[in-house]
């Protein structure tokens, strides 16, 4: 992925003034394609809402189909019961892809990909979508997990709630490449580069009640977000 | 970390209305300790505003001094604006520690540890305390690269902005442990367990404009989160 200049980005939809990338604009990428690919690999969102005046920021986990971004939880949880009075979210993904290490403190940095999505959540209630939603959450966490696991009752799916956000109102803003030290640091003898960070999976721990014969499954094997 | 039962943390300090943790209560710990060290491990931040009513979540860095977190920025960023006006934020930040993989569907879970802090932000102007939550938000990322690097100069410290928010409003969740699949589920051949994972770092890649015998500096060899 290559560091794009604000003239070069193509603007897929047009942004809306909320989500125009306001700071360093060179960063700022706009493209449907790249949007959905960050969406699609970010592990978990940080869902804002606003409760009673205060801004609020929880952690969740989310999927998505064509321009649907499904989040999902317990129609108890303050965070979902917002969601389902329809109340405006901000929904942001971040992927750090590296530290960039520059000779001076002021230009150190970070190599990231993160997307803003803003919108009003609809509650999904029709049961075909709510099962395609519920198996891409799923499945963005761990692919074909839904099709290796003991279905969904009727009751389990009641009792979880689901929204749809539209990603119409979406940006990203990307940084890439080595640090941009000063002209005047060039000569300084300090080492400065770029340290790639990537979420890794460890061996898998099998669970306690496993029963003879469990297989790990191939959604489990080889497990990376890429 | 094991889990925690309700009954068995300790509250400091007491959890207002606001960051006591509503949902599945036995996931919540407000230990000092525990907070400040999930506000240390954790590489970025995301901060929520509320911007002319709409709430508004970016990515950031953080650095902690004692009961102090620290956030930096350009001046001109909306988000540093409006912190500079002292209107509140809540700032989350989430350590993923496993994919929680169950037999039902329903039951899939991740590990993890997230701290959600509400504060009203104050700007740092002592310069005495800018430069030590400078530091703090450098050695944050990699330990020790403050006093590897070329120092900041008087105008670069004048371009950033610098804001603390207390910990006092602060509270934990975390999940640990295997898969909490139902007791009918118990004899299904499928398997569950846990997958770790941690943001790995990979060979750091040397900036192009390296002087000749720039060695790799002791905060980049090794480098892990823990």
Do not use: Q
């Amino acid at each position: 992925m290559s560091r794009h200049d604000a003239a070069e980005v193509e603007t897929v939809p047009a942004p809306s003034e909320r989500t125009e990338v306001r700071r360093l604009p060179e960063r700022g990428v706009y493209d449907r394609d790249e949007i959905t690919a960050i969406v699609d690999e970010a592990l978990i969102c940080h869902v804002g809402i606003v409760h009673e005046g205060h801004p609020v920021v929880i952690p969740t986990n989310h999927g998505r189909v064509g321009d649907a971004l499904y989040l999902h939880g317990s129609p108890a949880s303050r965070l979902l019961r917002a969601m389902k009075r329809g109340e405006e979210v901000c929904v942001t993904m971040t992927i750090v892809d590296g530290l960039v290490v520059a000779k001076s403190a002021f230009h150190n940095s970070m190599n990231y990909r993160s997307v803003v999505v803003f919108g009003e959540p609809r509650v999904v209630d029709d049961p075909v979508e709510k099962e395609r939603a519920l198996a891409a959450i799923t499945d963005h966490v761990l692919p074909g997990r839904w099709d290796e696991s003991r279905p969904m009752t009727d009751a389990e799916a009641r009792a979880t709630l689901v929204v749809a956000v539209a990603l119409d109102e979406a940006s990203a803003k990307v940084r890439t490449g080595p640090p941009e030290d000063d002209e005047a640091d060039r000569e300084l003898g300090i080492w400065a580069g770029v340290v790639p960070l990537a979420l890794v999976a460890a061996a898998p721990v099998p669970a306690p009640d496993l029963v003879a014969g469990a297989e790990l499954p191939s959604s489990v094997i080889g497990y990376g977000r890429r």
